[in-house]
């Protein structure tokens, strides 16, 4: 699973409009916001940082919630933007998931345990859950 790293506005309007997990890693504003749904018409997920989250106005979060975007929690550690525009999910990691999955582990169960060892959010590990098994 790969989730697309924006770390300035100027990048909005260079997107794939296919785009479905947005990380931004910038401070945005409701018209950033506006833009990137506009620019991704399949967005699932907007992520940002803990510091970032709670500067969202409460009118920007219900316009996500009507347009059935998450407004997720989270950082994507280690990544490095220069090297890559996409942080992946590591392939270790969806394997647990997977193997927790078919094992009968109750999805909360497995978002707790995965979440301290990958350092995803709980809610994205749910996500990733909830999506059809060929995904994972």
Same mark, same amino acid.
């Given at each position: 699973m790969k989730i697309r790293v924006v770390s300035s506005r100027d990048e909005i309007l260079s997107l794939n409009p296919n785009e479905k997990i947005i990380h931004l890693a910038f401070r945005p504003s409701n018209k950033d916001i506006f833009l990137l749904v506009e620019t991704c018409p399949k967005l699932e997920i907007v992520q940002l940082p803990n510091s970032y989250q709670r500067t969202i106005s409460r009118s920007m979060q219900m316009f996500l919630e009507m347009q059935k975007i998450q407004l997720l929690e989270g950082d994507v550690?280690?990544?490095?933007?220069?090297? =890559?525009?996409?942080?992946?999910?590591p392939s270790s990691v969806m394997s647990k998931i997977r193997n927790m999955k078919?094992?009968?582990?109750?999805?909360?169960?497995?978002?707790?345990?995965?979440?301290?060892?990958?350092?995803?959010?709980?809610?994205? @590990? @749910?996500?990733?859950? =909830?999506?059809?098994?060929?995904?994972?």
């Open positions: 550690w280690g990544h490095r933007k220069d090297i =890559n525009e996409y942080y992946t999910v078919l094992e009968g582990v109750p999805n909360d169960r497995i978002a707790e345990k995965m979440c301290k060892e990958s350092k995803l959010n709980q809610k994205m @590990i @749910i996500h990733i859950l =909830n999506k059809k098994p060929l995904e994972l």
